[in-house]
């Protein structure tokens, strides 16, 4: 049996939260279990521990502060992380970064804010889950500050360039691949990319409920992407790479159970 982690849902987004209960229940009819969902600030990362709680084994949480909110950290904001970030269900910090793209916070704040949850991800011994967009210069080189303490760090929803990568996966970072890869007017550039993932640094996410695959046959009839569409990503991926789906679904699976820190499946082993 093919097995699968979503490593980034946004299941608390307005267009999913309503919900929950057959998202993760359809996600798991395609394998796709468990899910990582993801805390975008504060109020929302407590909001994700709770949800997770309620569903023990099926979801767990990053707890962070998204450049897009950058602006809300103030000084008691790495204290009230910190708590956060030591819940039983909480599996990473994030997702913290940079987005250049849209400036919904300063470029300054968005700099501090990265730099102070990467610090406390040093601190607390945790992974991070990272986000940059059109920011790269600055991204790598407050990651590269930084990423001699940190144990791991993930990339997710890449869509640099090929320059970009090579800097990303010489930092040592797992790259996460989208369904970007599957838009005809915009992914080609990264699917070119794809191929020179390593194997034990690659991750298939959906970023759900952004996202979807816009070659799915037969095409949803929601344009809300979903865990379960996972499955279909990967196999994107897996001829891209030329490899056999089932192949790149167990490397991914491995690397996320890795990452994360979870624990193995009782159907298949995180180390098989």
Known sequence: MTQYIDIAVN????????????IINDAATQYVSPLIVIGSDLDESAEAITLCQQYPHKLYC????????????????????????????????????????RDFSPRSAQRKTFAAQLELACELNMPVLMHCREAHNDFIAIVNEYRAQLPNALLHCFTGNKNELIE???ADLYIGITGWICDERRGQDLAQLVPLIPN????AETDSPYLLP?????KPKSSKNLPQYLPYIVEQMANLRQQLPQTLAQACYKNSCDFFQLPASENISCHS
């Open 11 to 22: 299941l608390l987004s307005n267009r999913l939260k309503h919900d929950i209960d057959n």
């Open 62 to 101: 990053t707890t962070g502060v998204h450049p897009h909110n950058a602006s809300s950290w103030d000084q008691h904001s790495k204290i009230r992380l910190a708590l956060l970030a030591q819940q039983q269900t909480v599996v990473a910090i994030g997702e913290c970064g940079l987005d250049y793209n």
């Open 214 to 218: 816009r070659n799915m046959r037969p």
């Open 168 to 170: 990303c996966l010489a």
């Open 200 to 203: 034990n640094r690659i991750m």
